[in-house]
């Protein structure tokens, strides 16, 4: 067993890309399920549209990279728009019907054989975060401490990532400090209420679902670019589930709880399976678990701890308990 | 102060309704609210059909009527939150159908809920300070600015602390309305309504579910609206209440108004026993139908005996 490895892989994984790009769909997940009350089980798809915005803008069409950004920022609204116009009105199971069925459309044409001279089909595509990375101010090297480091495309990615989850932080604090605030919540609660005092409980519904989009389709940029290069499959549905375990394991409608529940996440996903696989190579598990079926044990384990989670702390990492048993009056 | 305004507007409020006609939609001396051939289908089902029907500004109106007579699914349509198939009405010479809920409120006409909603999360203070209207922070990007409504906000917080305390809530301040007794939710919810400065409340059973010892205080407090110069129409069942605080009762039986008179006679009117009894229940019988009644009965004994012999 190599507990150096395991050790330096799992504090990697604390701040590394997929954490980032978690936290980033997370985050926009809180800012919709946990202050507004709006079901989003879509977000892979608004990561998606952002990606291929983007990618597609610069590798098929070889136009600039900022124009790319800016394709992938409009593709994210209209999205949010289209979803949100037809369902806001209607109660909030609607929503959740038809984000998910959105994001598999939408994950579905990406991948489409019709349309792979677009968007490559099942091998997406790549070669667009030429520019991204020319603007990378690290010298070529490794940066961090000690073995805890990165070579200086990683350390570019994340740089800009965690600059990225700070402003969105910085943002959902101002904002849910404020009136603003102040109605999503109250819409959570009970729209009627919200209505019957004067609000446009629409019109903020929507703002939460585009903002939320707009949050989470940073992660969208920083996925493609992190690994230049975007696929379909990566925006599946199991994608909005982890943002939604993330957003649930720190507890909801808190401002960091994205960020340390992401973090926590994929520190328990890495970690658990490397020291299986470690254990497996190493002779120490029973014959049953094999190379091949220790990726399944992972999750099955990760899925038993937050289960345990939720039994002993049902509020989350940062949930107020007082606010669960109003739950149950 | 208080004590010489509450005779003269209860008073001016009944003046207005000396001499009044007893039908239903009679003309009232200075409305507030006009409703005009207002009809709701659900399906087959005519669930209101209200020909026409005046409020009194500066009253306290109520409408009753036996359940299922469709006074929330009417309530629902005048503020917004269900659409009528047909008819329109006013408020405040303001034509409001097909107007949203939320413009509704905004035109001065707030109500509350027959279940209660309060939003359970927020504290009583953040419930108080939501009804507050035209509030700059509510705006997305100036939301982010706090300097620009900080100032709103403290406002609002004091006309806010002013409220509660009337409402004896101000202990209350900073738990989760969640928290709080169902009496005490009503009167947030009354609170609540209160900050967005309506013209007319609208309170939808403000006394289901209130213990009795809350009952005379909102009883109070309703009747403050009025002195406050407020219209308030409320549905009700409690015919005690009714008749202690309103002015003026609309009664509603299978979706029409089917009378409308002064509280204390109200009851005694012969269509609104029918509507809640049923029809002749009680109604005494004319000579002519004793007479018929006595003689089948005597032919039943006549027909009885001579079977026998």
Known sequence: MDWTTILITTVKASIGLETVVYALAAIGINIQFGYAGLLNFGQAAFLGVAAYGMAVTVATFHLPFWLGIVIGLAATVVLAFLLGIPTLRLRADYLAIVTIAAAEIVRLVFRSVKFSSVFGGSDGRQNFSGDFFAMNPYSPGTYGIGPISFNERVTWVLTVGWVLIAIACGLVYLLMKSPWGRVLKAIREDEDAVRSLGKNVFSYKMQALVLGGVVGCLGGFLFALGQASVQPDLFSTEFTFYAYTIVILGGAARVFSPVVGAAIFWVLLVFVGNTLSEAVSAGLLPSLFTVNNIGAVRFMLVGLGLMLLLIFRPQGIFGDKREIALDAR | ?309
């Open chain 2, 1 to 309: 102060m208080h004590a010489d305004t509450t005779p003269s507007r209860k008073a001016a409020a009944l003046a207005a309704f000396a001499g009044l006609d007893r039908e239903p939609g009679v003309p009232k001396p200075d409305p507030i609210l006009v409703v005009d051939k207002v009809v709701r289908r659900f399906g087959g089902l005519t669930a209101v059909n209200v020909d026409h029907v005046e409020i009194q500004r500066g009253s306290i109106t109520a409408l009753i009527g036996p359940n299922g007579a469709g006074k929330t699914t009417f309530f629902n349509q005048l503020t917004g939150f269900d659409s009528a198939d047909e008819g329109s009405w006013t408020f405040n010479g303001k034509q409001l159908k097909g107007v949203p809920a939320h413009r509704v409120a905004r035109a001065g006409m707030v109500r509350t809920f027959q279940l209660t909603k309060a939003l359970s999360k927020l504290t009583v203070m953040e419930n108080m300070r939501l009804g507050a209207q035209n509030q700059r922070g509510e705006n997305f990007f100036r939301a982010l600015i706090p300097g620009s409504w900080r100032g709103q906000e403290d406002e609002i917080t004091e006309r806010a602390e002013e409220l509660l305390e009337r409402f004896k809530l101000d202990a209350k301040r900073d738990d989760f309305a969640g928290s709080l007794s169902g009496g005490q939710r009503k009167l947030l919810e009354m609170a609540r309504a209160l900050m967005v400065g309506p013209e007319l409340v609208m309170l939808d059973e403000p006394m289901a579910g209130v213990n009795p010892a809350l009952t005379q205080s909102l009883l109070g407090h309703v009747k403050d609206l009025r002195e406050e110069g407020m219209t308030v129409l409320f549905v009700e069942h409690d015919m005690d209440m009714v008749r202690d605080i309103s002015d003026w009762v609309v009664v509603m039986a299978q979706g029409a108004v089917i009378a409308e008179g002064p509280p204390d006679t109200i009851m005694s009117d012969s269509r609104v026993i029918d509507a809640y009894l049923g029809a002749h229940h009680d109604a005494p019988m004319s000579a002519e139908e004793f007479e018929e009644q006595l003689q089948e009965a005597e032919a039943e004994l006549e027909a009885g005996i001579e079977e026998k012999a």
